[in-house]
């Protein structure tokens, strides 16, 4: 058996998003209120639902290839641009502080009717027609600082990803048992 | 109204994972939403101004030799996410028409603050080439360096530009 499968269809992007979006939404990640109120570090559901899920996938990717089933090779690791990297990071999460929501996050939140989630969405793509307006003088940013292609976290600091994969886990354990007071409350007000 | 309850956000962080796992066994790549914004502008941009688009250095490559920006995986993935936060809305009963933002704020202020927030999100996902879901998420996923250093710049700004503006929302 060969994995990935290679299935990159429209059906295939019709129905992992379909996942995508009914979990979001059950998780409350469609609530800007909320998602800014973890920038206030009020709510802790973004940060353990984010850690949470990255620690399942990467550790079924882990088991996968250690029985021989999945390559990290065939997976897409994106690489670095040190400052691209890092200032696109710092522009997102200013987003979220100012407009309440990230991209994704927008779509679920329009789509539970939240007229500010469709306006966000606007604002994406105006964003991006700023970003393809100033791109030629961009570039040398963008291009700057590259780091080796497709580098994981264990590559960086000279350790085997299993031992990056416990040292997540770890980090998420104790974040969770710390922020365990602060329940992901039911219908969080954006007073809260 | 009733509402059912969301699911803690463990429950939740476990199902995502799951289905980032089923989605890089099947695609070889994870999620993602930026794509699309990107791909709407494009697509626009080549129709209400196409010689400058042809001619843009970002823009110009996605359009060029006919091809349909609209028609790619990241634009159904995003048409898909709609379909499900909907479909999870409605059965959870949360369905509703409104226009969240700072409570003191009138709903024009919000709609603009929703606004600017857009234009730098979808600026910054461009610089970055991805954003929470496809560099943050996906990448964290397969331990790559760069989900966690867009992560650091995510989380580090996002919270100073909370904590600054935290008058606004009590």
């Known amino acids: 058996m060969t994995m990935p499968f290679g299935w990159v269809t429209p059906l295939s992007g019709i129905v992992f998003g379909i996942l995508f979006g009914y979990v979001l939404q059950r998780g409350g990640l469609g609530n800007g209120c909320r998602l800014t109120a973890q920038l206030r570090l009020k709510d802790w559901t973004v940060f353990n639902v984010m850690f949470t899920a990255i620690i399942v996938a990467a550790a079924g990717l882990y088991v996968l290839q250690f029985a021989g089933f999945v390559q990290w090779s065939d997976l897409y690791v994106p690489t670095t641009y040190l400052w691209a990297t890092l200032l696109g990071g710092a522009f997102v999460g200013a987003g979220m502080g100012v407009g309440g929501y990230c991209p994704g996050t927008s779509v679920v939140g329009a789509a539970a009717g939240r007229l500010d989630g469709i306006v966000f969405f606007a604002g994406l793509v105006l964003g991006v027609v700023l970003f393809a307006g100033l791109f030629t003088g961009l570039e040398p940013l963008l291009n700057a600082a590259p780091g080796p292609q497709a580098q994981t976290l264990g590559d960086l600091l000279h350790i085997p990803n299993g031992l990056v994969l416990v040292l997540l886990i770890a980090v998420a354990s104790i974040v969770g048992w710390l922020s365990r007071r602060v329940k992901t409350s039911n219908s969080i007000s954006c007073a809260d | ?170």
């Open chain 2, 1 to 170: 109204m009733t509402s059912r309850p969301i699911w803690s956000a463990h429950v939740a962080g476990f199902a995502l994972g799951l289905v980032l796992l089923a989605t890089f066994l099947a695609t070889g790549h994870g999620l993602g939403a930026s794509g699309t914004p990107t791909a709407i502008a494009a697509a626009a941009s080549s129709a209400i101004a196409p010689a400058a688009t042809a001619g843009n250095g970002y823009l110009g490559p996605m359009t060029a030799g006919g091809s349909d920006p609209l028609n790619t995986w990241i634009v159904w993935e995003v048409i898909g996410m709609g379909i499900g936060a909907l479909l999870a809305a409605w059965w959870s009963g949360r369905m509703r028409l409104r226009v969240e933002g700072p409570p003191q704020m009138k709903t024009t202020g919000r709609l603009v603050l929703a606004l600017v927030g857009g234009i730098l999100s979808g600026f910054g996902a461009r610089v970055s080439a991805g954003c929470t879901s496809g560099l943050g998420l996906s990448g964290g996923a397969v331990l790559a360096t760069a989900g966690f250093v867009f992560l650091i710049g995510f989380f580090v700004t996002g919270i100073l530009v909370g904590f600054a503006t935290r008058r606004l929302w009590q």
